[in-house]
């Protein structure tokens, strides 16, 4: 069975302060497929990444980082120098490479960006 | 030049009520989805079609009950509607393949009273 966990709930941070939203996963699969989505307050879903479980080298994309570590089963997420925009839900995912490809999703960390 | 759009973005009605959310998306992708997000912000599947064919259905009351009349359309049908499934619903697309990420509707956020 597939597992996603997102231990931190809400998280507060002040404007241009860096912050790290975690995730660990859990699965009995070699191969699998990590991902991140952002749900700001208007609610709709934006992805943000896709990580193969085969490559473990961290990315980055302008203010965002992920870090990614099979030995701990994590795929955590950085915004460095936050903003007010970054202000939202986010959600880490995690798909099989099974046959129905089924997503599991972890229950999502509120970040509030305090300007 | 929306990617994912569903209809209506708002639904109210009144509970035993039948009611349609539409979702179609015009990116070519052959798998469709409908994903219910409770009031907790947690995320969960219903169905997955792929190329009109069913490959996902979680234990999800047969009240519900999807319909693909083609690749670019997945819609919801809600019978006998109940306060608990007052929720939002989203729908998303993606193309056939492990490795591929899924895009969503803007959701359709139903109040069933």
């Known amino acids: 069975a597939q597992k996603v966990t997102q231990a931190q709930t809400e998280i507060s941070v002040v404007e241009k302060e860096d912050v790290t939203l975690d995730c660990v996963y859990e699965t009995r699969d070699t191969t699998y497929y990590l991902f991140w989505y952002k749900q700001p307050p208007s609610g709709e879903l934006v992805f943000l990444i896709r990580r193969n479980s085969f490559d473990e080298q961290n990315e980055i994309s302008g203010r965002y980082s992920w870090n990614f570590q099979k030995s701990t089963s994590s795929f955590n997420f950085t915004i460095t120098a936050s903003q007010v925009v970054d202000s939202a839900v986010y959600f880490c995912?995690?798909?099989?490479?099974?046959?129905?490809?089924?997503?599991?999703f972890g229950t999502g960390t509120k970040l509030q960006v305090i300007p | 030049d929306t990617a994912v759009s569903q209809t209506p973005k708002y639904l109210v009605t009144q509970m035993g009520n039948d009611k349609s959310i539409k979702c179609e998306q015009n990116?070519?992708?052959?798998?469709m989805y409908w994903y219910k997000q409770d009031s907790k912000k947690f995320l969960k599947i219903m169905f997955s079609?792929?190329?009109?064919?069913?490959?996902i259905n979680e234990t999800v009351p047969n009240r519900f009950s999807p319909k693909s009349p083609d690749k670019a359309h997945l819609n919801l049908h809600i019978n006998s509607l109940e306060l608990g499934d007052s929720a939002v619903y989203f729908c998303?697309?993606?193309?056939?393949?492990?490795?591929?990420?899924?895009?969503f509707g803007q959701g359709t956020r139903l109040t069933v009273v």
């Open positions: 079609y792929n190329n009109k064919e069913l490959i």
């Open positions: 995912a995690l798909k099989d490479s099974g046959g129905y490809q089924k997503v599991t």
């Open positions: 990116l070519g992708h052959d798998t």
């Open positions: 998303a697309s993606s193309f056939t393949g492990p490795g591929t990420e899924a895009f």
